[in-house]
């Protein structure tokens, strides 16, 4: 099953460091979203990509956050120096097309926690 | 602000029961409403979607009503049960925008 695959699945970070997270698309989607889910909150959009491009990050914070999708490899969303309000699930979805005229998938997520 | 209202936050219902999720919206501009089902620790995955050219879609014990000229929509869950416990996220988007807009969810608890 060519599902969108997150990972890590937890990821712990200390106040200060880098997060890290990675998402692989379903095999042919080439749109992937990242999202941010917080406890007892609706998912909300950080940022739409296609592979090399950035198309609207416009949920994306100003500073510390940052997302590619490489020609090869997985999409990354970066966090540096991760604060306390930054611990929520992340999730990633794909689509063959722009998300008004399709689904989205959704990956299980990765759970950061800043200690 | 929160494009999409969803309520109740939680639900609870005995088995068999018709647990009804409701949700309401402001852009005129959306045209395609899903509904996630989310289970802990897993992501969200498409339950049920409906475009405004119809006012009710059917699948299995899901169904979705659509009032157009009242900006909602909802789900009815037929004949719930224990497996359906879990967190629906009603949402909508419009052709050509680049990200759905998301309720804050209900969770939903079918009691055996």
């Known amino acids: 099953n060519a599902g969108v695959m997150q990972n890590p699945r937890h990821l712990v970070r200390r106040r200060g460091q880098e997060a890290r997270l990675r998402c692989s698309p379903m095999?042919?989607?080439?749109?992937v979203y990242w999202y941010r889910q917080l406890p007892e909150e609706g998912l909300k959009f950080m940022v739409y990509?296609?592979?090399?491009?950035?198309?609207?990050e416009s949920g994306m914070p100003k500073e510390r956050f940052s997302a590619e999708f490489p020609k090869e490899g997985p999409s990354i969303l970066r966090i540096q120096q991760v604060v306390r309000g930054d611990s929520a699930a992340y999730f990633c979805?794909?689509?063959?097309?722009?998300?008004?005229?399709?689904?989205?998938?959704f990956g299980n997520g990765t759970r950061l926690t800043v200690t | 602000q929160q494009q999409v209202k969803q309520s109740p936050q939680s639900l609870i219902v005995q088995k068999g029961g018709i647990p009804i999720i409701n949700c309401a919206y402001e852009n005129t501009a959306f045209d395609y409403f899903p509904w996630y089902q989310q289970f802990p620790g897993k992501g969200p995955a498409l339950l049920i979607a409906i475009r405004p050219d119809v006012s009710e879609k059917k699948e299995g014990r899901f169904t979705i009503s659509f009032n157009k000229s009242a900006k909602q929509f909802s789900l009815h869950i037929m004949d719930s049960q224990p497996g359906d416990s879990a967190t629906y996220f009603c949402a909508a988007s419009e052709t050509g925008a680049n990200n759905l807009f998301f309720g804050t969810g209900t969770r939903l608890t079918v009691i055996p």
């Open positions: 095999k042919g989607h080439s749109h």
């Open positions: 990509l296609q592979k090399e491009n950035i198309i609207d």
């Open positions: 979805a794909s689509s063959p097309q722009s998300t008004g005229n399709s689904p989205l998938h």
